[in-house]
């Protein structure tokens, strides 16, 4: 199996957190803008491009978009000898999901085999400021066991998609057991997540929204007094989930709605919920980079020690990352 290999610049597209485990193994640097090379082709790739561009060997082409700071990290030498490496067996990369936010993107492509993916990151100034091949494990068994319930969006009107899928580079979550198919969920409006200043709760879109039961059941959990975290990007290891309600739904699937805003739960324990019932507000408490809603179902009360089952949705939908779902 060959080695994930990754170099990347702070990418604020990112959204870090919920409460796994896994963690990504990587060079850490700080992009700080735009870098003329001499010499340097104008023709810029698009972030869609560069699995080709790498592909086809046009390395120098590729390492010359790179930001300063990923620069900082690898001469081009070691860069061309890295890929060379990376890809050796590659004959394809296939497209897998992209993800364009806040001026940033975030692409990802899987291998002729489903074996290995590579992700490309740009930033605002169309530099690459992140790239990272990675083997794939794939649970094939698992991703085919469907929720035997239909689950309604948890949400009203349209939300984006990001963090969803059946792989790790569409969906982080996918390489933790008990998180495998969980989704991080955000609204979008004229490609960005949030309006005014980024550091304040009250500027992303979905803050105090009405999120609300994706299917009847019994609360069997609540927590409502965690402060939303102030400034957004400050994250609360100690209470991972955050704000969160629990709902039974009675076959051995339970429904966990994490990240609320504080104070914002309107049901407690016992409480019988029906499909679409509001049960809190979108917020940003627990181990959260900024204001969304980890939705998920599993198959115990406990997170941490019960499985993550992939949701059958209604109106056959399966929403992965970079994708809009719309609730009713």
Known sequence: MKKTWMIMSAFTLLLAGCWNNYEQ????TTSTGSTATPGATTDKLKSAEIGQALLSGEFERVYEQTSTDFKKELSKAQFGDVVKNSQASIKSWNPNSKLTLNGSSYETWVDQDGKFGLIAMMNEQAEISGLRFTPLESFTEQDKALTKLTYRAPFKGEWYVFWGGQNVLANYHYAVPSQRYAYDLIQVKDGFSYKGDAK????????????LA?????VVHIVNDVKDNVPVGVMNEAHPAGNVVVIDHGNGEYSYLAHLKEGSVTVKVGDRVAKGDTIGLGGNSGNSSEPHLHYQVSDGKDLFTSKSIRVQWENNLNPIQGETVTGN
């Open 25 to 28: 193994k990587s060079v850490t």
């Open 214 to 218: 994706p299917e009847a059941g019994t």
């Open 200 to 211: 304040k709760n009250e500027s992303y879109y979905m803050f105090g929204q009405e999120i």
